[in-house]
């Protein structure tokens, strides 16, 4: 982790606006974003935890290798038969883990955004940004509000992670007239109480280094939301405990679901749950 609290903020940019369409009642202009539309994106998000994925690509290599050795050097039929089984595994989990990370968590994501009841001029932070996958997807459903994005640009927690990269997504995605880029410390965000009307957050969390530091992140993101607001973090582990941390803190309706094997990293065992809440007014 980079130093606790450090924070700068970056550009906040000016271009292309977003498609908007009439609703089907002919009344004003409101931005409705269809599914395909949403899941469809134009920049590069990378790949979540890169060296995950190569764990698992060379697990798969390592035990073809050796299913080769029992075969034709040790000639024993059933390791060699034991080591390609294995291998299939490992290469079936780097397929999953492609999908989840190039697909399957947009097409999630696009469901829970369209389904949050967005008027399109709130206010939303992304907490744990990355490259942009959840935060310009955001941007898409708020023509008329802004969305910020915090980060500390860490490239094991994805692959080519830099704010210039997530600029140039915004770019692509027609929305860098309303995000805003923030380096800092989830566990110290330098923004006002109560300032935004959604907080999101997907697969950053559970990077912090102990339950301690995840508390200190959920408390930053009950501070950032306002009275009425809600929160939406979707991650691999801890999610019963961040629905504990909320309830502690009074937030209401804080539930937890899984979200499907479109969000499996590799297996079922690495699968996204998500928590939901709504901080009283």
Not at 108 to 127: M, P
Not at 130 to 154: E, F, H, K, S
Not at 259 to 271: D, E, I, K, Q, S
Request: hydrophobic letters at 45%; aromatic letters at 6%.
């Amino acid at each position: 982790m980079e130093r606790q609290g450090s924070a700068k903020v970056i550009a906040k940019h000016q271009p292309k606006q977003l498609r908007t369409r009439r609703n089907d009642h002919g009344a004003g202009r409101m931005n409705i974003q269809p599914m395909r539309e949403l899941v469809r994106r134009r920049g590069n998000y990378g790949v979540d935890a890169p060296y995950v994925l190569s764990g698992f690509a060379a697990g798969g290599v390592v035990l073809l290798g050796a299913a080769a050795i029992s075969t034709w050097v040790v000639h024993m039929p059933a390791l060699a038969g034991v080591c390609l089984v294995s291998a299939a595994w490992m290469f079936a989990q780097v397929a999953s883990y492609l999908y989840t990370t190039r697909r399957g968590k947009f097409v999630v994501w696009a469901k829970l955004l369209s389904a949050a009841g967005l008027r399109g001029d709130e206010r939303i932070v992304d907490l744990g940004c990355g490259r942009g996958a959840v935060l310009l997807m955001a941007a898409q459903l708020v023509p008329r509000g802004t969305v910020t994005g915090v980060d500390l640009w860490r490239t094991i927690d994805q692959s080519g992670n830099d704010p210039e990269l997530t600029r140039r997504n915004a770019e692509r995605e027609e929305v860098a007239d309303r995000i805003e880029l923030l380096t800092a410390d989830l566990r110290a965000v330098p923004l006002p109480d109560d300032s935004f009307d959604v907080v999101l957050s997907s697969l950053a969390i559970h990077n912090l280094p102990d339950a301690t530091a995840r508390d200190q992140v959920i408390d930053e993101a009950v501070r950032l939301l306002r009275p009425g607001g809600t929160l939406f973090i979707a991650d691999i582990r801890a999610i019963s405990a961040y629905a504990e941390r909320l309830r502690h803190h009074g937030m209401a309706d804080a539930r937890t679901r899984g979200l499907g094997w479109r969000f499996w990293y590799g297996n079922p065992f690495v699968a996204a749950k998500l928590v939901t809440a709504r901080k009283q007014a």
